[in-house]
C-alpha cells in the first residue's frame, strides 16, 4: 500500500517538473507595430521566424506572441508594407515601425503633355519599365507589347521575320480605316502609312494597280521593326480620351509613348547584351507518304476505269517519299548583340549604343538581319535652359519568300510524295 503512495506521489511531482520545465522553455514577447507616421497599425502580422508561431496586432497596434526560448527573430508585415526581421535575442519588448513599399506610386510617367507621379494619374495609363522589356528578348518592339499591357489587343500578322504585329486598343473602332495606335517616340509622331493612317506596316510588293501597299501573298514589315527595343527605357500606353486629348483625331485609337534610354549620374558605364535562341516548327500537318499515296492513286483510277501508274505496281515495295512541310521548314537561329556607353556629369548625359539583330526564318531562304545606332545627348546649360540632341539610324536586310496564299508553304501541302 506504501508503495502505490508512493508511485503516486512521485509521479505528481514528474509531472510538475515537466510543466516547469516546458514552461522555462518559452517566452512571451510583447511589442508595438507603427508605420512612419507612428500611427498604430491594426492587422499588422508576426511570426516567429522558422515556425508556425503568429499573432496580428490589435486597433492600438499592439501584440503579444509566446514564443520558443531559442527564438531569435520576428517576421512583422502588413499589406502595403516592407516586411521587416526583428531581433528578438534576449527581448521580451520590441518596437516595430513598418515602411511604405509602394515606391512605385512615386515613378514618373510620361502622359503626353508633360509628366506626373503614378499615384497621382486618373486617367487609363499602363506603363512598362526597361525591366519588363529584358525578361522576354524582342526583336521588334511592337511584340514587346504582347501580354504586357491589360486592355491591349496584339496579334502577329505573320511568323515571317520582322514582320509587322497589329496592335489595337480600344478594339476594332472602324471597319474601313486603320485600328492602329499613334506611336510618339522621344516626342516624334511615327506612322507607317504615308497618310499616318497605320502603324501595322505595308505589304512590299504592288497590287493590281501599280501602288504599295497591297501586294498579293507577300508580308508586311512594320516600321517599328528599326527601332532597337534594348534602347527603350519605358512604355506608356494612353487608352481614354483624356490621357488622348492632347493628339486630336491622331489619338483615337489610343497613344504608345515610348521614351528611349539616358545617360545617368555617374561615370561611363559600358554594358554588353547579347543572347542566341532557335525557332523551329513544332508541329505539322499529317499527310500521305509515297505507300499510301501509291494506293490511293491505284484505287483512284480503278473507281475511274483509268490504267494504273507502272510505278505504282507494288505500293509495297516504296519508300516513304519526301515530305515536303519538313524539306520548306528548317530550324531557324536568331541572335542579337548590343554595346552601350551611358554616363552624366556636370549637368551633361549621353548615351550611345550600336546592335546588330539577325533573325532567320524558320521557311527557307527567310531571315532578317539590322544594324542600328543611337545617341542620346542632353545637357543643363542654364537652370532655365536645356538642350539636347537625338540622333538614330538603322539598316535592315530582308529575304522574304512569299509565304501565304499561293506561296511555299501552300505548294509543300500541295506537293504529292513520288514529286522529287
Known amino acids: ?54 499573432t496580428v496586432t490589435n486597433a492600438e497596434g499592439q501584440f503579444t506572441i509566446t514564443v520558443p526560448s531559442a527564438t531569435t527573430k520576428l517576421i512583422v508585415s502588413f499589406l502595403g508594407m516592407k516586411p521587416v526581421e526583428v531581433d528578438v535575442t534576449n527581448k521580451t519588448t520590441v518596437n516595430v515601425k513598418l515602411i511604405s513599399s509602394n515606391s512605385d506610386l512615386n515613378d514618373v510617367i510620361v502622359i503626353g503633355y508633360g509628366t506626373q507621379k503614378k499615384g497621382d494619374i486618373n486617367s487609363s495609363i499602363s506603363s512598362i519599365s526597361a525591366k519588363d522589356i529584358a525578361e522576354i528578348p524582342q526583336v521588334s518592339v511592337d511584340q514587346l507589347l504582347q501580354g504586357k499591357a491589360p486592355g491591349v489587343y496584339v496579334s502577329q500578322n505573320s511568323g515571317a521575320p520582322g514582320s509587322n504585329t497589329s496592335v489595337q486598343i480600344r478594339g476594332v473602332t472602324s471597319l474601313s480605316g486603320a485600328n ?92 554588353y547584351e547579347g543572347y542566341y535562341g532557335i525557332r523551329q516548327q513544332n508541329r505539322f500537318l499529317d499527310m500521305m507518304n509515297l505507300k499510301q499515296y501509291a494506293v490511293y492513286q491505284n484505287a483512284l483510277a480503278d ?26 521548314f528548317k530550324t531557324a537561329g536568331q541572335q542579337n548583340h548590343q554595346v552601350s556607353l551611358s554616363g552624366a556629369k556636370d549637368g551633361t548625359d549621353y548615351y550611345l549604343s550600336g546592335n546588330y539583330t539577325d533573325q532567320e526564318g524558320t521557311i527557307l531562304g527567310s531571315n532578317y538581319n539590322r544594324y542600328s545606332f543611337r545617341t542620346n545627348v542632353n545637357g543643363q546649360v542654364r537652370d532655365w535652359f536645356k538642350t539636347g540632341i537625338s540622333v538614330a539610324g538603322s539598316r535592315s536586310f530582308e529575304r522574304r519568300g512569299i509565304s501565304d496564299n499561293g506561296g511555299i508553304v501552300t505548294g509543300a501541302l500541295l506537293s504529292s510524295p513520288d514529286r522529287a
Do not use: H
Not at 40 to 48: F, I, T
Open 1 to 54: 500500500m506504501k508503495t502505490i503512495y508512493y508511485s503516486m506521489v512521485f509521479s505528481i511531482l514528474m509531472i510538475c517538473l515537466v510543466g516547469q520545465k516546458a514552461k522555462a522553455q518559452n517566452r512571451v514577447i510583447n511589442g508595438k507595430v507603427v508605420d512612419q507616421t507612428n500611427s498604430p497599425l491594426l492587422g499588422a502580422s508576426v511570426k516567429a521566424k522558422g515556425l508556425n508561431t503568429a
Open 303 to 328: 473507281a475511274f476505269g483509268s490504267q494504273r501508274r507502272p510505278e505504282f505496281a507494288n505500293p509495297q515495295f516504296l519508300s516513304d517519299g519526301t515530305n515536303w512541310q519538313r524539306e520548306v
Open 180 to 271: 492602329d495606335p499613334l506611336y510618339v517616340i522621344d516626342g516624334v509622331a511615327i506612322s507607317g502609312d504615308p497618310n499616318n493612317k497605320s502603324t501595322s506596316g505595308r505589304s512590299a510588293v504592288l497590287n493590281n494597280k501599280g501602288e504599295i501597299g497591297s501586294g498579293n501573298g507577300e508580308s508586311t514589315v512594320s516600321p517599328l521593326s528599326t527601332l532597337n527595343p534594348n534602347d527603350i527605357e519605358s512604355i506608356q500606353i494612353l487608352k481614354d480620351a483624356s490621357a488622348t486629348a492632347i493628339y486630336g483625331s491622331r489619338g483615337s485609337n489610343g497613344v504608345i509613348i515610348i521614351t528611349t534610354k539616358r545617360g545617368k549620374d555617374g561615370k561611363g558605364v559600358i554594358n
